[in-house]
């Protein structure tokens, strides 16, 4: 029998939550719906292989971490970093609870560069919560190393052990998950009434629309592009530049959770589609002769799939915590 992570294979992802002692940390976010595996390390440290009485008293540098596997299509990262927020004092500096220590310092470290922006948007409207700076650390995942045995799952083995988490926390992780409602795809009859002919066509039946007379390919105001079938954030202004080949062009996603990439042999020609992820709307395809300092890739996507939000307005539009995009 295939365990959770096997099923979700195709769309797990990975990031590392510093929050603390890890016993609590570690099993708070196990009990989250759409997390499919958590184990503890030693992350972000100076040295290799530490042990754990190496990280409590020989200054390795090392953060006591989670590892939190989860699947994509049933959790998101800014539900997860809402949750971990809930468990940590933000502005604590290498404290939480009776724990004092920089291997007790909290920080968010990633694999994929694409989530940046989102873990900046979430920690900027977090700091609106709070009079002090936060004290979260925000960087790549440099080095991880897992932790020993017994610290695994150290909970489950020892239900009376020391846990700086109370219960209430526990049983609110067992019942979150995500806004059903928030993005939903809707169906081909609502999307007849309520779309343009050419939004239609092009997000339905894989249409192109004409090259430079289109709504958006000249457009280089501050906001966010979000799919025209469901609201979803795809793209940033801060990731738009000038191609010079008539549609809107982008060097990557808002967060590679929200896209779908296809082989496409339309057309005698081997591409690479683009589609949204929760309305299954074509975008455009993906092509190799972007900027090389940003990746070499171009996301070409068609304005007819797309709605813009000027940044003034994304915070009354519910996008809000999207806003440290653009703090660069």
């Known amino acids: 029998m295939m365990n959770k992570e096997q099923k979700s294979k195709g769309s797990t992802k990975e990031i590392y939550l510093a929050g603390g002692c890890f016993w609590g940390t570690e099993k708070y976010l196990s009990l989250v719906k759409g997390i ?64 004092i220590g920089t291997q007790y310092r909290t920080g968010i470290y990633y694999t994929d560069v694409q989530d940046r922006d989102l873990i900046l948007g979430s920690l900027k409207e977090l700091a609106k919560r709070y009079n002090k700076p936060l004290a979260i650390e925000v960087s790549p995942l440099q080095n991880y190393y897992t932790a020993e045995e017994y610290h695994q799952k150290y909970l489950d ?42 939004q239609y066509n092009v997000t339905q039946n894989n249409a192109t629309e ?21 609201g979803e954030p795809l ?45 299954n709307a074509h975008l455009g395809h993906i092509f190799a002769d972007g900027p090389t300092e940003t990746g070499g890739l171009r996301y070409c996507i068609n304005s007819a799939a797309l709605k813009f939000i000027p940044k003034e307005e994304m915070e009354d539009e519910g996008y809000g915590y999207l806003l440290g995009c653009f703090d660069k």
């Not at 004409?210 to 799919?227: A, Q, R, T």
């Open 235 to 279: 793209f940033t202004a801060s990731d738009k530049f000038e191609s010079g080949c008539g549609w809107p062009s982008f060097t990557k996603p808002i967060s590679s959770d929200v896209i779908c990439e296809l082989t496409d042999n339309s057309h005698r020609m081997n591409r690479i589609e683009v589609r949204s992820k929760t309305g």
């Open 36 to 99: 499919v595996r958590t184990e503890v390390g030693y992350a972000n440290g100076d040295t290799e292989n530490p042990s754990y009485e190496d990280v409590c008293s020989r200054k390795t540098g090392h953060a006591e971490t989670v590892k939190v596997v989860y699947d994509s299509d049933q959790i998101g990262l800014e539900l997860i970093l809402r949750l971990f927020y809930d468990v940590i004092d933000p502005v604590a500096k290498n404290r939480q609870g009776n724990d």
């Open 210 to 230: 004409p090259p430079f007379k289109n709504e958006y390919h000249n457009n280089f105001e501050e906001g966010i592009y979000v799919d025209i079938t469901t």
């Open 157 to 198: 083995k020892n239900p009376n052990g020391y846990c700086h988490i109370g219960a209430e926390k526990f049983k609110k992780a067992e019942r979150a998950q995500e806004d059903p409602v928030k993005y939903q795809p809707k169906s081909k009859e609502v999307l007849q009434a309520t779309l343009s002919d050419l």
